[in-house]
Each structure stands twice: as structure tokens, then as C-alpha cells.
């Protein structure tokens, strides 16, 4: 393997290794003894369930392959997982806010489990059932261990500048480290060990068993709207209407959907961006050099909350960071004479992209502990999990498309698109930040008028 992913790599690890050991008073918030004992509970689960996740990732289109599925039949399935994800999201969403955030996470895992065993069968059917449980699955995790924690930490009466701190260790540890060991882990299972690809998917089935053993036995319910008198239909509208009549949640729900879509696309776009005439580049390792990215932006996230600066304002320059690193394929395709030699080693024009990739990477360590810290502030908990879910509708729709359509247009073409996505993105933060001053400069003065009433005959 060439010196220069070993040098990017490194560099990497030494800036991440220095703001973590580097950290100031300013960069550290003072807690209680009970805050920690949860947080780090929370923290434990989480990276058990993104273990589950991310243990899955590398050997999905490989044991597909093995399987003797074309591309067409493997995009069909990729295609089953997001498309249940849209279709079946809300309604799950939704239960997890009426029947319990607790159960919703019990589901993820009983879900998750049944997805990674019908990994061992090589019939269609049954791996189409599997991505379906995957899209169900995945959608609770991204909804309800977010609205437990939330609910949770409001109601045991905690700081809650505190969450910020959650949020920022729980993807640290599971977006970030849990990410790389998972990968590194997974070959070890199916390559080293002679195992076979469906090995990581047993790994990830006992991962997840874990976690829902810990989530039963030391977590407490809680609810979003435990009122009686309220059908599923109520509660999509009681979502539908708080994301109509609040702009603030609109915007959000926008940002999220823009960001989140062009970062999934990536996913599909780096690795033919990074090996155009089939250059022989080291998957998993470049994929372990991205996540150590993602801890990189999670760790800049971490000193920027705690410095308490406003969400809104930095995550715009984030945005137009991430816009400016994925509009690069364009510009070296144009600038940097492509070889037309087959195979080697990757080209000056895929070395300046990978840069550019591991920048975007760390604005997506940078954007998770941000964007729960915003949904935290707009989102209203009687509908936290299903309003989550309904931001998701759009961006499982695009994804869809984009895998259905990806041989349709060119990969440049491709990444201009994310890009424009992402500098909306960064409009639509630069708006949100305004609409949010304006609220709390309103319900300011109202408050101000309130207190000088009584002084008036």
C-alpha cells in the first residue's frame, strides 16, 4: 500500500490524538456524578447499536455477489432497504412516541437480529425480507434512541447543555472509533479467521443481543404523547401540523434531508470517484481513514458546544465547507489530466480528492452532535420520533432515485448536484439562525411586557 495513505492516516490520528489530550477548562463542562453514570450508559448502548450497523457495511454487496446477484438484483435490494425505511418509517416512528421509546429500541434490535439471520439464506425472497427488516430498523435507530435520550434527560432533570456532551461523545465513540474497529473486526472474521462474508452479520446479531439485554435492564420508559385518546392518524397529524405552522422545524427537517442525502449518495460515488480506470485502491482502509475523519469533526463539535457557540452560525460555514469538498471530482475531472492507463496506484487527481473526502468526512463528524443538538431546541417532544421520521421521508426518497438512476449520468454530474444540495443547506442554516433570533427577540419582549403590567394602574 502507497506511503500516502499511511501519511494521511497518521496525520489524522495525531490531530485527533491532540484535541482530545489538549482539551482546556473551556473545552470541559463541569457535571455531576449521576449525569456521567448515564451519559455513560447511554454512550455503551449506542456504540453496541451502531457496532450492529456498522459491522454489516463492508461484506453487504460482497455477500450479495456470492450469492451469484447481478448488480441489477443487488441494487433492487439496496433499494427494498431505504424504500422500507420511507414507507414504514413514520408509522414506527410514531409508535415509538405513543407505545414507548424504550420498546421502539427493543424493536431496533429484535429487528436488526432477524435481518442479520436471514443473511445465511441465499434466496431472494428472504434477503429482500432482510433489507425491508434493515429499513425498519434503521429508521428507529435514527429516531428512537434520540427521543429516549432526550425525554430521559429532561425528565431526570438534567442540565440541558449537558446533551450536547451525549451527543458528542455517543458519536465520537460509535460514528467514530466503533466504526473502525467494526470494520477491522469484520475482515478479521471473514478473511483472517476463514469465517466467510455471512460471519460479520452473526458478530453484529451478538452485539445488538447485548445492547437489548442492557436497554431491558436498565433503562425506564418513556413517551412522547401518553394520552389515550390518540390513533396513529392523530398523531401523524399533531407532526404534520408542528412542521407546517413552525418554520424553525421545517428548515431543519430541510437542512437534514439536504445534508444527510448528499452524504449518502457519497457513499455510492467515492469509491468509482477514487478509482475512475479501475485503479487498485485499499477499501477498508481508506474507509477506516473516513471514519477517523468523522471523529476528527466530532471532536472539533465537542470544544465548539462546549464553548456554547451558536449552533446556527457555525454549521452555515460547515455547510459551505462540505459543498466546496464534494463540488473537487468536478473541478480536478477538468483540471487534472485523468490516465488512461488501467489499474496502479490511485492518481494525483484521486490524492487531492481523497483530501477533499476526509474534509467532508469531518464535517459530517461535525454535523450529527449539531444537528441533535438543534432537534433537541425545535422539535417538540409529544411527536419527537415521528416528526424525526417524517425529515427522513425526502432523503430515503432521493437516495432511492439516485441508486436507481446511478449509471444514468455522469459521476461529476453527480457530485455537482450534492453540492448544490449542501450550499442550500447552508442558505436554509443561514435562515434558521435568523427565524430563531427573531422568536427569541419576540417572546423577550413579551416577557419584558409581562413583568412591567403589574407596575401599570
Same mark, same amino acid.
Given at each position: 500500500m502507497e506511503v500516502f495513505y499511511y501519511v494521511v492516516f497518521g496525520a489524522l490520528a495525531a490531530v485527533v490524538a491532540g484535541l482530545e489530550l489538549g482539551k482546556s477548562g473551556k473545552d470541559r463542562v463541569a457535571t455531576t456524578s449521576a449525569f456521567n453514570s448515564f451519559k455513560n450508559n447511554y454512550v455503551l448502548v449506542y456504540s453496541l447499536m451502531m457496532s450492529g450497523d456498522w459491522l454489516q457495511g463492508p461484506y453487504v454487496y460482497y455477500l450479495y455477489r456470492q450469492y451469484g446477484f447481478d448488480k441489477g438484483d443487488i441494487g433492487r435490494l439496496f433499494i427494498a432497504g431505504f424504500g422500507s425505511?420511507?414507507?414504514f418509517g413514520t408509522i414506527v416512528g410514531s409508535l415509538?412516541?405513543?407505545?414507548?421509546r424504550k420498546r421502539a429500541c427493543i424493536t431496533y434490535c429484535i429487528s436488526y437480529i432477524l435481518s442479520c439471520i436471514t443473511k445465511h439464506s441465499p434466496e431472494y425472497k428472504i434477503l429482500m425480507i432482510g433489507r425491508i427488516l434493515g429499513g425498519i430498523a434503521t429508521s428507529l435507530l435514527f429516531s428512537a434512541f434520540e427521543s429516549w435520550l432526550v425525554a430521559e434527560h429532561n425528565k431526570r432533570g438534567f442540565d440541558p447543555q449537558w446533551l450536547s456532551i451525549t451527543f458528542s461523545k455517543a458519536i465520537f465513540l460509535g460514528n467514530g472509533l466503533v466504526a473502525i474497529v467494526s470494520g477491522l473486526f469484520a475482515n478479521l472474521l471473514a478473511e483472517n479467521l476463514g469465517f466467510g462474508p455471512v460471519a460479520p452479520f452473526d458478530a453484529a446479531a451478538c452485539f445488538l443481543a447485548i445492547g437489548m439485554a442492557i436497554i431491558m435492564s436498565s433503562w425506564s420508559e418513556n413517551y412522547g404523547d401518553p394520552s389515550e385518546n390518540k390513533d396513529l392518524m392523530a398523531q401523524?397529524?399533531?407532526?404534520?401540523?408542528?412542521?407546517?405552522?413552525?418554520?424553525k422545524i421545517a428548515l431543519l427537517g430541510a437542512i437534514q434531508s439536504l445534508f444527510? /442525502?448528499?452524504?449518502?449518495t457519497f457513499v455510492f460515488l467515492w469509491t468509482p470517484a477514487l478509482s475512475p480506470n479501475e485503479e487498485d485502491i485499499p477499501h477498508g482502509f481508506i474507509f477506516a481513514t473516513f471514519m477517523l475523519s468523522s471523529m476528527l469533526g466530532s471532536s472539533i463539535a465537542s470544544r465548539l458546544l462546549a464553548r456554547k457557540l451558536k449552533v446556527e452560525g457555525y454549521m452555515q460555514i460547515v455547510f459551505s465547507i462540505s459543498a466546496v469538498t464534494l463540488v473537487l471530482p468536478v473541478v480536478t475531472n477538468f483540471l487534472v489530466p485523468a490516465s488512461s492507463v488501467k489499474g496502479g496506484?490511485?492518481?494525483f487527481g484521486g490524492s487531492l480528492q481523497l483530501l477533499g473526502f476526509c474534509t467532508f468526512e469531518a464535517c459530517v463528524g461535525i454535523f450529527w452532535p449539531s444537528i441533535m443538538k438543534m432537534r433537541s431546541q425545535y422539535i417538540p417532544e409529544e411527536a419527537r420520533?415521528?416528526?424525526?421520521?417524517?425529515f427522513r421521508i425526502p432523503l430515503n426518497l432521493f437516495v432511492c432515485v439516485v441508486l436507481y438512476n446511478v449509471n444514468a449520468f455522469p459521476i461529476t454530474v453527480m457530485f455537482g448536484m450534492c453540492s448544490i444540495f449542501l450550499f442550500m443547506a447552508a442558505i436554509l442554516q443561514r435562515r434558521l439562525m435568523v427565524v430563531s433570533d427573531l422568536h427569541k427577540s419576540s417572546t423577550k419582549a413579551q416577557e419584558m411586557? /409581562?413583568?412591567?403590567e403589574p407596575l401599570n394602574p
Open positions: 425505511s420511507m414507507l415509538a412516541d405513543k407505545q414507548g401523524f397529524k399533531v407532526a404534520a401540523k408542528a412542521i407546517a405552522s413552525d418554520e444527510e /442525502g448528499s452524504m449518502y496506484g490511485i492518481s420520533s415521528t416528526i424525526m421520521n417524517f411586557i /409581562g413583568e412591567d
